[in-house]
């Protein structure tokens, strides 16, 4: 502390904000509803929760569940109001620019986790087997409904060749022959966005997978090569379970590709050079970054998670979330005597003033010393 408030006490004091709006996502509606839920109540914030009412199922469960274990609005902090049948709202830019305006409107504070085209550069001196298995499973968990899932695969030619019968095997492996009679594939959310997906299929060319069928709403675990930069799935998140391989020349041009793009939610590299792995991290931007894996950053509680730029911003999860939902007010009590000394803080100021003040700060930081 300063030695002019030496005597004085200076402290943090964490306020709520007062009333919080939790906006619920279809791809994984219980975490990315209840996460934030808690860390708001834990804040002191009465919480208005609106579920995606894409994912209907869990959000009659929590309209029925949610009241019988919490308070609802009431002259409590801790408590929380339920809002059904919204409008669609997906983590996208466009749905973020339309809440930021609304947000602006009343100088409303914001976190918003957005998404985007999250790269997977994959190095030639790589266990392509392992690196697989981890793209596979990130990948394709959940239908690829997942925000932070490798959106794209950033590699050589020959790093392709490589890579490409060790991603068939993993797929067999997880998913069996047959990934449409396996009980952890999953389907797209709604016809929507499977005709929004299977559109998607027309692009590069289909190497693995690229079944569909619409009455089931199932897509294949599905990789295509030979996309070129212009085509649909190199310019909007896929969010479904289709993995396009993009090849450049080398690791410079990859992150010179990556770094041309909106900053996406998160950045894969795989390599067993790990300075390879600390130049993708230390050369490009984006709300969170993996080596040598996929998603698992976000299982830390010890990490902040959110997005940059165009991919969002604020972060949560564990005390992260606390936080973001908390106003850290600073505060300070001054010592109410001493107020001799304190005059020459007064107008007039004059030369008399001045000299008064050097000898002040003199014994003030002798004391500051002995402290």
Same mark, same amino acid.
């Given at each position: ?17 007062? +009333?919080?709006? +939790? *906006? %619920?996502?279809?791809?994984? $509606? ?10 708001? =109540? ?21 309209? !029925? ?6 308070? $609802? ?6 408590? &929380? *109001? ?52 981890? =793209? ?13 899932? @490798?959106?794209? +695969? *950033? ?9 490409? @019968? ?7 492996? #997880?998913? %069996? ?32 997978? %690229?079944?569909?069928?619409?009455? !089931? ?37 990859? *992150? ?22 600390? !130049? ?28 940059? %730029? ?11 979330? #606390?936080?973001?939902?908390?106003? &850290? ?9 001493? !107020?001799? =000394? ?30």
């Amino acid at each position: 502390m300063p030695c002019m408030t030496q005597l004085d006490c200076a402290f943090i004091q964490k306020d709520p904000y007062g +009333v919080v709006l +939790v *906006i %619920g996502a279809f791809n994984f $509606p219980i975490q990315l509803t209840l996460l934030p839920l808690v860390g708001a =109540i834990a804040a002191g914030n009465c919480v208005i929760l609106k579920p995606s009412e894409v994912s209907s199922c869990t959000e009659r469960l929590l309209a !029925e569940a949610l009241p019988c274990y919490l308070d $609802p609005v009431s002259s409590s902090t801790a408590s &929380f *109001i339920l809002l059904k049948n919204q409008n669609e709202a997906e983590g996208s830019v466009r749905v973020g620019k339309i809440i930021m305006t609304a947000a602006a409107k009343h100088v409303t504070p914001l976190t918003l986790e957005l998404g985007g085209k999250s790269p997977c550069y994959v190095d030639k001196c790589c266990n392509f087997q392992n690196a697989a298995n981890r =793209i596979v499973w990130g990948k394709f968990l959940n239908a690829g409904q997942t925000c932070i899932a @490798p959106d794209y +695969v *950033i590699c050589t030619v020959e790093t392709q060749e490589r890579l490409m @019968p060790c991603l068939r095997q993993a797929i067999s492996e #997880f998913f %069996g022959n047959e990934p449409k009679q396996s009980a952890d594939f999953g389907r797209m959310v709604n016809d929507r966005h499977f005709k929004r997906a299977q559109a998607l299929l027309e692009c590069g060319r289909v190497a693995i997978g %690229g079944e569909t069928d619409e009455c !089931e709403r199932y897509i294949a675990p599905t990789v295509l090569a030979d996309v070129k930069e212009w085509e649909p799935i190199m310019q909007e998140e896929v969010l479904a379970p289709i993995l396009p391989i993009f090849t450049v020349n080398d690791m410079e041009e990859a *992150i010179h590709f990556i770094n041309c793009r909106d900053r996406p939610l998160a950045v894969y590299a795989f390599s067993c050079d790990n300075k390879v792995v600390n !130049e993708v991290l230390d050369r490009t931007s984006s709300g969170g970054f993996c080596g040598n894996d996929t998603l698992f950053h976000a299982s830390l509680i010890t990490l902040p998670y959110g997005g940059i %730029g165009c991919s969002g911003f604020g972060k949560y999860h564990g005390k992260f979330t #606390f936080d973001t939902f908390t106003h &850290f007010r600073g505060c300070l009590l001054r010592y109410i005597g001493l !107020e001799t =000394i304190n005059k020459m803080r007064y107008p007039p100021y004059n030369d008399n003033n001045l000299k008064l003040t050097v000898a002040s700060l003199e014994v003030r930081r002798s004391m500051c010393t002995l402290l």
